[in-house]
């Protein structure tokens, strides 16, 4: 059992970034008659979203957050030793986007700067390798970019997944401070469920052809999506986080020796809004201490953990705070985070 | 669980209004308040009733309410 400990190690300032495009879900109704849309809105609780357009990727997006959060914390760049950034929509498929977003942001040749690829639940893996490397001493401050476009990555004619996904990246100033105390982390994968969501079409297994272009119909429903295009089955996801994550929740817990009161918030992933109020009343946890941003911003990927807490937490995170962190996707790969938060400086969301 | 107790546990998980309209034989995916999205509710409902594990495959496997019974029973 993978169970992490860090010490004195926190985040001490974050900033977002969304598209300016607002998608109005009501009205996401090009492929779909208007009473479908409706009622499959109000059961993922999603009503706007945020869509990039063409020219946009998630390292934009996380450049637009990450240039706020120096900006305005007044941060050294020759100080930033190392840049993590998590996709699973990056701007090639070579060379790494971190090593780009190096340059573009000014920061140093000795900056240490990789990628990570894993999907929704990756903040807290993103924070855990950096919280570890910190450990060593050698590095004074790092930067999580944490960013995604799913608007690109699903069809708009496929009704499981059309009205669920958003875009937007975050930064994370990761410092070294002894004010922070022990963070405490659980990260876990299960690889027999790698086809519950996939991109099946344009990797090395399965390489883009005209064959994985083409769009068709792929189920009872009828909706229609190629192979270069996501898909999830909804149902089987559910079922196995509703067993898991409040296992995990609850092993992580034991771990720090701590019980739920002793979280003053509890952020999920924002997946929809069905499967987080069903782990909310099953978990019996106090829902003025679960933030959402899932009505807003809908399901952001691996970047719905810290945009909501950028989002809803920038007036609640002065003094110190125990957040627990939490989420699960595509793998299937989950992850419980306790993390101490000590006035962490939060900026305003910008558009770009 | 009895037969009668279950569908009207079931009728208020997958929001049908009138139970009554509900038997051993009657067909769930051809009811009006039946949509994708109902296996998640059907879902929940297996979980939180019976403690039981019901994947996607299993529901597609069920045509009767009865055979949604011998699902839970299992």
Same mark, same amino acid.
């Given at each position: 059992?993978?169970?992490?400990?860090?010490?004195?190690?926190?985040?001490?300032?974050?900033?977002?970034?969304?598209?300016?495009?607002?998608?109005?879900?009501?009205?996401?109704?090009?492929?779909?008659p208007?009473e479908q849309?409706k009622e499959v809105?109000d059961k993922?609780?999603?009503?706007?979203?945020?869509?990039?357009?063409?020219?946009?990727?998630?390292?934009?997006?996380?450049?637009?957050?990450?240039?706020?959060?120096?900006?305005?914390?007044?941060?050294?760049?020759?100080?930033?030793?190392?840049?993590?950034?998590?996709?699973?929509?990056?701007?090639?498929?070579?060379?790494?986007?971190?090593?780009?977003?190096?340059?573009?942001?000014?920061?140093?040749?000795?900056?240490?700067?990789?990628?990570?690829?894993?999907?929704?639940?990756?903040?807290?893996?993103?924070?855990?390798?950096?919280?570890?490397? $910190?450990?060593? =001493? &050698?590095?004074?401050?790092?930067?999580?970019?944490?960013?995604?476009?799913?608007? !690109? #990555?699903?069809?708009?004619?496929?009704?499981?997944?059309?009205?669920?996904?958003?875009?937007?990246?975050?930064?994370?100033?990761?410092?070294?401070?002894?004010?922070?105390?022990?963070?405490?982390?659980?990260?876990?994968?299960?690889?027999?469920?790698?086809?519950?969501? $996939?991109?099946? =079409? &344009?990797?090395?297994?399965?390489?883009?052809?005209?064959?994985?272009?083409?769009? !068709? #119909?792929?189920?009872e429903y009828?909706?229609?999506?190629?192979?270069?295009?996501?898909?999830?089955?909804?149902g089987?996801?559910?079922?196995?986080?509703?067993?898991?994550?409040?296992?995990?929740?609850?092993?992580?817990?034991?771990?720090?020796?701590?019980?739920?009161?002793?979280?003053?918030?509890?952020?999920?992933?924002?997946?929809?809004?069905f499967?987080?109020?069903?782990?909310?009343?099953?978990?019996?946890?106090?829902?003025?201490?679960?933030?959402?941003?899932?009505?807003?911003?809908?399901?952001?990927?691996?970047?719905?953990?810290?945009?909501?807490?950028?989002?809803?937490?920038?007036?609640?995170?002065?003094?110190?705070?125990?957040?627990?962190?939490?989420?699960?996707?595509?793998?299937?790969?989950?992850?419980?985070?306790?993390?101490?938060?000590?006035?962490?400086?939060?900026?305003?969301?910008?558009?770009? | 669980m009895e037969l009668k107790e279950f569908i009207e546990k079931l009728a208020e998980a997958i929001e049908v209004e009138d139970a009554n309209i509900l038997n051993e034989s009657t067909n769930f995916r051809e009811l009006d308040e039946w949509s994708s999205l109902s296996v998640m509710l059907l879902i929940a409902f297996y979980d939180e009733e019976f403690?039981k594990?019901i994947?996607?495959?299993d529901i597609k496997k069920c045509v009767t309410v009865g055979d949604l019974f011998n699902l839970a029973n299992?």
């Amino acid at each position: 059992m993978a169970m992490l400990k860090y010490e004195g190690v926190g985040i001490t300032a974050m900033a977002a970034a969304v598209p300016h495009t607002i998608i109005n879900n009501y009205e996401y109704t090009q492929y779909f008659p208007a009473e479908q849309v409706k009622e499959v809105v109000d059961k993922i609780g999603v009503y706007e979203r945020r869509f990039a357009d063409a020219d946009t990727c998630s390292s934009d997006l996380c450049y637009a957050a990450a240039e706020k959060l120096l900006t305005d914390n007044a941060v050294d760049r020759n100080e930033i030793d190392l840049l993590v950034f998590i996709s699973q929509t990056p701007d090639y498929r070579m060379p790494a986007t971190s090593i780009l977003l190096q340059h573009r942001l000014g920061l140093p040749q000795t900056c240490t700067a990789f990628d990570i690829n894993l999907g929704c639940a990756a903040f807290c893996y993103g924070l855990s390798v950096i919280y570890g490397m $910190m450990q060593s =001493g &050698g590095i004074r401050k790092a930067l999580l970019l944490d960013g995604e476009t799913r608007s !690109k #990555v699903y069809s708009p004619k496929d009704r499981r997944s059309a009205f669920i996904f958003g875009d937007a990246g975050v930064a994370a100033l990761i410092e070294r401070d002894p004010k922070f105390g022990i963070s405490y982390f659980s990260l876990n994968s299960d690889g027999s469920r790698g086809d519950l969501i $996939m991109i099946p =079409g &344009g990797g090395y297994r399965h390489p883009s052809s005209i064959e994985t272009l083409k769009e !068709k #119909v792929v189920d009872e429903y009828g909706n229609i999506r190629s192979d270069e295009q996501g898909y999830m089955r909804g149902g089987d996801v559910f079922n196995f986080v509703i067993r898991e994550i409040p296992r995990n929740i609850k092993q992580t817990l034991e771990f720090a020796g701590i019980g739920t009161d002793d979280i003053h918030y509890f952020v999920f992933h924002q997946a929809n809004n069905f499967i987080n109020s069903y782990i909310a009343k099953k978990m019996k946890l106090n829902p003025a201490k679960i933030p959402s941003t899932i009505a807003k911003y809908g399901n952001t990927s691996s970047v719905s953990v810290p945009l909501t807490i950028v989002s809803e937490l920038r007036n609640s995170l002065f003094g110190e705070r125990t957040l627990l962190l939490s989420a699960f996707g595509v793998g299937m790969c989950w992850a419980t985070g306790i993390v101490p938060f000590v006035d962490c400086k939060i900026s305003e969301i910008v558009e770009v | 669980m009895e037969l009668k107790e279950f569908i009207e546990k079931l009728a208020e998980a997958i929001e049908v209004e009138d139970a009554n309209i509900l038997n051993e034989s009657t067909n769930f995916r051809e009811l009006d308040e039946w949509s994708s999205l109902s296996v998640m509710l059907l879902i929940a409902f297996y979980d939180e009733e019976f403690g039981k594990q019901i994947g996607d495959a299993d529901i597609k496997k069920c045509v009767t309410v009865g055979d949604l019974f011998n699902l839970a029973n299992k």
